[in-house]
Antibody, heavy 121, light 110 residues
């Protein structure tokens, strides 16, 4: 069965950096694009980033462009999100999610359990 | 403010039917397929409907989706207490070059 397991969340000071990981199993990882989606406490879902199955293209929400970098290691079935210059507005549960297709963004058919990132001094 | 507009909350009795609307524009719903997600509090979202009308395996046929022009609708019949959750629509927006979610609708089954 498909499993997505995020890790790397925690408390970080404003201006700091953090790297999230998402270990994938139960499907052919290099056939699918992957997303990061976040949810601030008590609020709705916000799409963060997408990377194509082969890593050839990435897309970002304006709110994180230039600060976050999505990448993947298909040899290790792992997705990453490098976050820098973090602000309090980045406090959220971060989910990785599997894209139905490989290259083009469609729907998100499996989600991880999420990892909490708290930006606070 | 979300690019996709959903009612913040809805309530209905067990056994009843409810529809959740998702209103967008020509740069998002008017051009691209819509998907719907259910999020029970404290858990990760789950895909309910993709490509406007299709249900993943395991999703009961009490859930249905439709799209017309720049709006989409999620329908739920035979409401159960287990359907209490937040529901989100989502699609690609060509103007923003970004995926967008609606603000979410909190469904109460009372």
């Amino acid at each position: 069965q498909v499993q997505l397991v995020e890790s790397g969340g925690g408390v970080v000071q404003p201006g700091g950096s953090l790297r999230l990981s998402c270990a994938a199993s139960g499907f052919t990882f290099n056939n699918h694009g992957m997303h990061w989606v976040r949810q601030p406490p008590g609020k709705g879902l916000e799409w963060v980033a997408f990377i194509r199955n082969d890593g050839s293209n990435t897309y970002y929400a304006d709110s994180v462009k230039g600060r976050f970098t999505v990448s993947r290691d298909n040899s290790k079935n792992t997705l990453f999100l490098q976050m820098s210059n973090l602000g309090v507005e980045d406090t959220a549960v971060y989910y990785c999610a599997k894209n139905v297709g490989g290259k083009y963004i469609s729907s998100f058919d499996y989600w991880g359990q999420g990892t909490l990132v708290t930006v606070s001094s | 403010q979300s690019v996709l507009t959903q009612p913040p909350s809805l309530s209905a009795a067990p056994g009843q039917k409810v529809t959740i609307s998702c209103s967008g524009s020509s740069s998002n719903i008017g051009k691209y397929d819509v998907s719907w997600y259910q999020q029970v509090p404290g858990t990760a979202p789950k895909l309910l409907i993709y490509e406007n009308t299709k249900r993943p395996s395991g999703i009961p046929d009490r859930f249905s989706g439709s799209k017309s022009g720049t709006s989409a609708t999620l329908g739920i019949t035979g409401l159960q207490t287990g359907d209490e959750a937040d529901y989100y629509c989502g699609t690609w927006d060509s103007g923003l070059s970004a995926w967008v979610f609606g603000g979410g609708t909190k469904l109460t089954v009372l």
